[in-house]
């Protein structure tokens, strides 16, 4: 089993900024993509952006611009840096891992196998 864990999340001013963290366990980390979704109250959860081994990364419409998605393999950690942050953007943050071999970048929730428990993102306007 491969375990996720969120953190970062918290109460942020719109404009303001946040830094959200999936640790992973296990040694194959550097082997799996790793995928940032978000779920709003009432909506189907959304890709947010992407990291694949190879360096490919996709960033959603909505936050491309203000969004940087990172991995450390020796730290078996992703990351998600948020500027601009709006009241929109608010949801819980979940981390998650596409273990398939490929060279692209898949922004549907189904492929991921693993997932975290989420963090939850509140930004006040």
């Known amino acids: 089993q491969v375990q996720l864990v969120e953190s970062g999340g918290g109460l942020v001013q719109a404009g303001g900024s946040l830094r959200l963290s999936c640790a992973a366990s296990?040694?194959?980390?550097?082997?799996?993509?790793m995928g940032w979704f978000r779920q709003a109250p009432g909506k189907e959860r959304e890709f947010v952006a992407g990291?694949?081994?190879?360096?490919?990364?996709a960033y959603a419409d909505s936050v491309k611009g203000r969004v940087t998605i990172s991995r450390d393999n020796a730290k078996n950690t992703v990351y998600l840096q948020m500027n601009s942050l709006k009241s929109e953007d608010t949801a819980v943050y979940y981390c998650?891992?596409?273990?398939?071999?490929?060279?692209?970048?898949?922004?549907?929730?189904?492929?991921?196998?693993?997932w975290g428990q989420g963090t939850q993102v509140t930004v006040s306007s």
């Open positions: 296990g040694r194959t980390f550097s082997f799996y993509a």
């Open positions: 990291i694949r081994r190879g360096g490919n990364i």
């Open positions: 998650a891992a596409d273990v398939r071999y490929g060279g692209s970048i898949d922004t549907r929730p189904g492929v991921y196998e693993y």
